[in-house]
């Protein structure tokens, strides 16, 4: 595990900048430059993990980097429902187990613990009401469906939308920051969600407001239990439940 550097707070800087230059290329209608831009920084990032100084920083930035070059190249759309989740998730899981074999992370370490566990339910239940501002910030369709389909829906949120993005975001990413950079590290996987958000203002004062909770609970609490519930719960009742009874 990494020991806390004064100067570890430097290392992100110049990797942030590229992939917030890919970002920039994507948005100016160039995702071919935005994806090789990115790839080029997951290259030059693996290429420093060989160095055991700041390993583990720079191994969560590559994720962050992997994670856009597959939302980038994969085909999603061609995909039904929710299943484009799952076909994202399962090479961002296997990034992760890499990651977290890699920087020789325990359970522990990325927030799996029993700790407090009614307390982590408590917390889990807030998805609820933040799934209602959800629903009413970015209004979405009703999805029709048998009582089978809405259940696997329901099983791919829970489990590559709230279990897997908090692993991967408060988890691992906001651990390693935490551990680098103190209490401000929780702002790090805050900042870098807004990436995967829809560029809306509502969706990005929902996104990073919502990521900010969850960070400040997860550093509190030293669990992602709850979020990861509360997060599965949000999913749910705004793209399924609240769709139903208020649409």
């Known amino acids: 595990m990494t020991t806390k550097d004064p100067f570890n ?6 990797y942030s900048v590229l992939i917030v230059l890919a970002e920039v290329l994507i948005g100016l209608g160039h995702p071919i430059l ?7 920084t997951f290259i030059i990032l693996l290429i420093g993990t060989t160095r055991e100084q700041q390993r583990e920083l720079r191994l969560t930035i590559a994720l962050i980097a992997l994670l856009r070059i597959l939302i980038l190249t994969l085909p999603l759309t061609s995909f039904p ?4 989740y799952a076909v994202l998730g399962v090479p961002v899981l296997a990034a992760l187990y890499f990651t977290v074999q890699s920087a020789n992370l325990t359970l522990a370490d990325i927030g799996i613990t029993r700790y407090g566990l009614p307390l982590q339910i408590a917390i889990g239940l807030i998805g609820i009401g933040l799934g209602y501002v959800q629903y009413r910030l970015l209004p979405t369709i009703k999805i029709d469906g ?3 389909v809405l259940a696997l829906d329901a099983f791919i949120l829970i489990l590559f939308v709230g279990c897997l993005e908090e692993l991967l975001f408060r988890g691992v990413v906001q651990g390693v920051a935490v551990r680098n950079f103190g209490v401000s590290g929780v702002f790090y996987p805050a900042l870098f969600s807004i990436l995967f958000s829809s560029r809306t203002i509502n969706d990005l004062v929902l996104t ?3 990521a900010l909770l969850f960070g400040m609970i997860v550093l509190r609490t030293r669990s992602i239990v709850g979020v990861s519930l509360a997060r599965s719960l949000m999913s749910i009742s705004a793209l399924l439940v609240f769709p139903h009874l208020l649409g």
């Not at 935005?34 to 080029?40: A, K, M, T, Y």
């Not at 429902?81 to 484009?84: D, I, L, N, T």
């Open 9 to 14: 707070w430097i290392v992100p800087i110049p």
């Open 81 to 84: 429902g929710f299943a484009r």
């Open 146 to 148: 048998s009582p089978f």
């Open 34 to 40: 935005g994806v090789i831009v990115d790839s080029l």
């Open 208 to 210: 990073f407001g919502t």
